[in-house]
């Protein structure tokens, strides 16, 4: 009979109660759930995202290459893929005019046997070749380039 007094008179015992350590842990864990399931979405949305910017880069780093032989009437013009540091530059001779960085995570695969896509004084490039690369996903993209045109596609 003391027991129910003292507790109904308004004296607290001190701890927590199975019941509200139970509540507390479902709520930790429905939270961390949800937040796991958030990251896991936004990695892959930024990997997409950062394919898609790759994809239309190469082909302006293309196209600006061309143009850049064709306005300077430059000779001996020709996009590197460098596999080592992930990088593609273009060179005019001995000098480098302009380089682009593939995104952190991302790798360059082989675009030919020296890597190198020459381009003549009129912009053209002189090979056929498919520029292939890894995301972070390790998921393959290409892009197809034809013989002395201006049409790269990207395949899907």
């Known amino acids: 009979m003391m027991k129910i007094k ?3 008179s308004g004296t607290k ?3 927590f109660t199975l ?3 139970l509540l507390t842990m479902s709520l930790f864990s429905v939270i961390f759930s949800f937040s796991l399931i958030t990251l896991g979405f936004y990695s892959k949305i930024t990997n997409e ?3 898609d910017l790759t994809d239309n880069n190469i082909i302006n780093f293309i196209n600006k290459s061309k143009a850049y032989c064709r306005d300077n009437k430059k000779e001996g013009g020709y996009i590197y893929f460098d596999q080592d540091s992930e990088c593609i530059t273009f060179n005019v001779g001995l000098n480098e005019i302009f380089n682009m960085r593939l995104p952190e995570g991302f790798t360059l695969n082989g675009v030919r046997d020296d890597n190198r896509i020459k381009i003549d004084n009129r912009g053209i490039t002189q090979d ?3 520029i292939k690369f890894k995301d972070r996903k390790e998921k393959i993209h290409c892009l197809t380039m034809c013989v002395g045109t201006a049409y790269v596609e990207i395949k899907y």
Do not use: K, N, Q
């Open 6 to 8: 003292t507790m109904i």
């Open 13 to 15: 015992s001190r701890g």
């Open 19 to 21: 019941i509200e350590l």
């Open 49 to 51: 995202i950062d394919v």
């Open 128 to 130: 056929a070749c498919s």
